[in-house]
């Protein structure tokens, strides 16, 4: 049973960093061809916020986080991180982690949608105080 946790979630003021974790357990040797993070604020949907394709080595972002956020794995890539500096308010949400591993490549529009994830994470609470 594979398992998603996030951790570095926390309340820090405008201008602050924080840096997301998701920890992946559950079947050692797994490979994903997609890991990506999600976010939902209060009263809003979900929406992607990065995306890497393993498989393609590639990675994209909403364009509300380019040059804010940074996603990335490590080399055992059974963690993913989320790097976030310059913070706002209206980053203010709760962060999910998810992951899916049938062979994807990214295509002409190469932000998944949640319906593509198979596996996710419990989520962790963001708040950017003003």
């Known amino acids: 049973q594979v398992q998603l946790v996030e951790s570095g979630g926390g309340t820090v003021q405008a201008g602050g960093s924080l840096r997301l974790s998701c920890e992946a357990s559950?079947?050692?040797?797994?490979?994903?061809?997609?890991v990506a993070w999600f976010r939902q604020a209060p009263g809003k949907a979900r929406e992607g916020v990065a995306v890497?394709?393993?498989?393609?080595?590639?990675?994209y972002y909403a364009d509300s986080v380019k040059g804010r956020f940074t996603i990335s794995q490590d080399n055992a890539k059974t963690t993913l991180y989320l790097q976030m500096i310059s913070l706002k308010p209206e980053h203010t949400a709760v962060y999910y982690c998810?992951?899916?591993?049938?062979?994807?490549?990214?295509?002409?529009?190469?932000?998944?949608?949640?319906?593509?994830?198979?596996?996710w994470g419990q989520g962790t609470q963001v708040t950017v105080s003003s």
């Open positions: 998810a992951a899916d591993d049938r062979p994807v490549l990214p295509g002409p529009n190469p932000h998944p949608s949640e319906l593509d994830f198979g596996y």
């Open positions: 559950g079947r050692p040797g797994r490979t994903y061809s997609m």
């Open positions: 890497i394709y393993t498989l393609a080595g590639t990675t």
